[in-house]
């Protein structure tokens, strides 16, 4: 596992994985959110305050992902899709069945709103050497994921640390 | 109508001023109901055996994209709707569990105003279980300059949330 095989080479800096989500910007997953974490935040909840503050119904920024998570299920689908491509891409690639998320930097852009229909794209910034944790052996990744809306206009970045590891015996 | 809605402005903050605490009791319900908010079907989110046996942890626990969310009903709870969130950063050093009790806690850094005259208030945040320090957070988020400002309104180059 010391030296980094090419194909993992070559996804370092490339986009990767332009899409357009599967589904509009909507209310009903905003409301499953918000009450998940008892955002009771008028800007979600109330339409004259959303109108007075934000121009109209926005959804909370922290859900920027979540736009782009595939469906568990689809017709017509041929292989499961995941979301955070690259990151599993790295755990086949590179052998390793288990992974967390470590660290998570999101830069938030144009509001997202209601009936927007978003786009992304994935680049694999780097990949380390191999490190042992309390988890295990494995590699330290970082994944930057990239979001527009319809218009073109950017509406935020992701940064997603990843660590893929074997447990030791 | 600003009077009416809770508003954190520029000028009455202050670094070291701190944010209330909150405390949230998190049940197996809080996890699952998190991931599928955020559309997280992987099973370490809600199938006790998964998580237990493949991922050799205790119980499943609280997704990334959902703590992303605790952290943001934190902040805005605070800041009122007129605080928008600019940057938001955080390490994950544990994990949060059913039975858990999360703690948050913040405060303010620094308060300053960038070049295109946004008023920014940037925030440390540390998400707490039995005392031991499960997330750290760094947040930087516009909020009014005064009472009549709205960050809100900023597009284009006027809103600089990278600095």
Not at chain 1, 33 to 59: M, R
Not at chain 2, 93 to 106: L, R
Not at chain 2, 124 to 147: F, H
Request: charged share 25%.
């Amino acid at each position: 596992m010391s030296s980094l095989p090419a194909e993992v080479q070559s996804w370092i800096g490339p986009k990767r994985y332009e899409a357009e989500g599967e589904f509009d910007v909507e209310r009903g997953y905003i409301f499953t959110t918000c009450s998940s974490v008892e955002n009771g935040n008028p800007l979600f909840w109330d339409e004259k305050t959303a109108n007075e503050i934000t121009d109209g119904f926005i959804a909370p920024p922290s859900m920027i992902s979540v736009w782009f998570r595939p469906h568990h299920w689809a017709p017509n689908r041929t292989e499961g899709a995941l979301p955070l491509q690259v990151h599993f891409d790295l755990k086949e690639a590179l052998g390793l069945p288990e992974a967390v998320m470590s660290d998570n930097t999101v830069t938030f852009g144009e509001p997202v709103r209601p009936g927007d229909r978003l786009k992304t794209w994935q680049v694999l910034r780097s990949v380390s050497e191999p490190k042992t944790t309390k988890l295990g052996t494995g590699r330290f990744w970082v994944i930057e994921v990239v979001y527009e809306n319809q218009d073109g206009e950017w509406v935020g970045t992701e940064s997603y640390t990843g660590f893929g590891y074997k447990r030791d015996k | 109508m600003m009077s009416e809605i809770k508003t954190v402005t520029a000028n009455r903050l202050k670094a070291g001023d701190a944010l209330p605490e909150l405390s949230v009791d998190v049940s197996a319900t809080t996890v699952v109901l998190g991931a599928l908010a955020s559309r997280d079907w992987r099973p370490m989110h809600h199938d006790y055996k998964f998580a237990t046996e493949r991922n050799g942890v205790q119980d499943i626990f609280v997704n990334t994209p959902n703590l992303a969310a605790w952290f943001e009903r934190y902040i805005t709870d605070w800041t009122g709707p007129y605080g928008r969130l600019g940057r938001i950063q955080f390490r994950m050093k544990d994990s949060v569990f059913p039975e858990d009790t999360m703690v948050f806690q913040g405060e303010v850094k620094g308060v300053d105003t960038d070049d295109v005259g946004c008023s920014w208030v940037q925030l440390e945040l540390s998400l707490t279980v039995d005392g031991k320090t499960v997330n750290d957070c760094s947040a930087r988020v516009a909020i009014p300059g005064n009472e009549g400002d709205n960050p809100w309104k900023r597009k284009g180059d006027q809103w600089k949330p990278q600095a």
